[in-house]
C-alpha cells in the first residue's frame, strides 16, 4: 500500500507564508498526479493545485499567482508553497496521490493551515 504524509501547516498571520509538503511512499511504481486539496467547516472540499508528473500544473483561481505548487519525482514528494496568506485561505489541507498503473487514489490525513487576519 501507498502512505500519504503531509507537513507544514501552522499558523500564520495575513501576508506570511507557508510551505507544505507531502510525501508518498510504499510499495508501488511511481506517482501520476499529486495535488492539494483544502476544506474550511462547512464547505466542500476543493482542488488547489496539482502536478503531473511531467510537470503541467493546475491551480484554482483563488490562489494563482500567489500559491506554487512543484514536484520532485525521485522521492515521490510534493511542495506547495503558499505565499501572501489570506484569512479566507484558513482550511485543513489535503494531499493526494494518484499512483502510477494501478491508478488508485491515496490521501493524507490533512495538515491545518490558518492564516490570522
Known amino acids: 500500500q501507498v502512505q500519504v504524509k503531509e507537513s507544514g501547516g501552522g499558523l500564520v498571520q495575513a501576508g506570511g507564508s507557508l510551505r507544505l509538503s507531502c510525501t508518498a511512499s510504499g510499495s508501488f511504481l511511481g506517482i501520476n498526479v499529486m495535488g492539494w486539496y483544502r476544506q474550511a467547516p462547512g464547505k466542500q472540499r476543493e482542488l488547489v493545485a496539482n502536478?503531473?508528473?511531467?510537470?503541467?500544473?493546475v491551480y484554482a483561481d483563488s490562489v494563482k499567482g500567489r500559491f506554487t505548487i512543484s514536484r520532485d519525482n525521485a522521492k515521490n514528494t510534493v511542495y506547495l508553497q503558499m505565499n501572501s496568506l489570506k484569512p479566507e485561505d484558513t482550511a485543513v489541507y489535503y494531499c493526494h496521490s494518484n499512483a502510477r498503473l494501478t491508478r488508485l487514489d491515496y490521501w493524507g490525513q490533512g495538515t491545518q493551515v490558518t492564516v490570522s487576519s
Open positions: 502536478i503531473t508528473r511531467d510537470g503541467t500544473t
